[in-house]
């Protein structure tokens, strides 16, 4: 892989897909810039254009992981469609399975800060989700709840899941958060 073939519209991807490549074959802390700079066919002075060290490309990817999850959030508007949260369910697992960092970081101790960096973010998320519509305080904070819990649900399953090595097909495991949203949560939502 080199950045003029066409592949890749910039370094950081082709930084970040060969991160995503070694981490296929060896723990990330063990990932150095050699690894990634020889995998991805990019000079080490780009490297480090982009990146200081390893660990500002790792907190580079949370970053964008984090970003990325929240984007598929924002898109869900929960609604009693079976269709519509089984979509949106898949595209979760999919997005899990398909990015070897995140399905990594369920198995690994790193994965614990991750966890701290991303529930850091949801709190925010569910606050200020919370501050929207016209709603009396105590259903504000019932709703927050509610969500702060479909977090926790979500998580826990994508945790079991990839720590299962994606046993199940995307699909099933999909269905599974759909039943428990549409029956366990939804109805106490509104």
């Known amino acids: 892989m ?8 910039t370094a950081e991807e082709a930084i970040m897909d060969s991160f995503f490549l070694l981490i296929k ?3 990330y802390d063990k990932i150095t810039v050699s690894d990634i700079v020889k995998k991805s066919g990019i000079v080490r002075s780009t490297f480090y254009n982009h990146y200081e060290s390893v660990i500002d490309l790792v907190s580079a990817i949370e970053d ?5 999850i929240f984007k598929l959030m924002e898109s869900f508007h929960p609604k009693n469609d079976r269709d519509l949260c089984r ?6 697992c999919n997005y899990t399975k398909d990015n070897p960092f ?6 690994s101790p790193r994965g614990d800060s991750f966890m701290e960096k991303t529930l850091t973010m949801f709190h925010r998320y569910v ?5 929207k519509g016209d709603v009396s305080e105590e259903s504000r904070e019932h709703f927050t709840f509610m969500i702060a819990g479909t977090i926790g649900f ?5 945790h079991k899941w990839t720590a299962e090595n994606f046993a199940s097909p ?3 495991v999909a269905d599974v958060m759909t039943e428990n949203f549409l029956n366990g949560v939804l109805p106490f939502l509104f």
Do not use: H, M, P, Q
């Open 2 to 9: 080199n950045e003029s073939d066409g592949r890749y519209s």
């Open 25 to 27: 074959e060896k723990d």
């Open 64 to 68: 964008k992981t984090i970003d990325d």
């Open 87 to 92: 979509s949106y369910f898949l595209a979760i």
């Open 102 to 107: 995140l399905a990594n970081l369920f198995k």
């Open 127 to 131: 606050t200020e989700t919370g501050k």
């Open 154 to 158: 979500i998580v826990g399953v994508l």
């Open 170 to 172: 995307a699909e099933k």
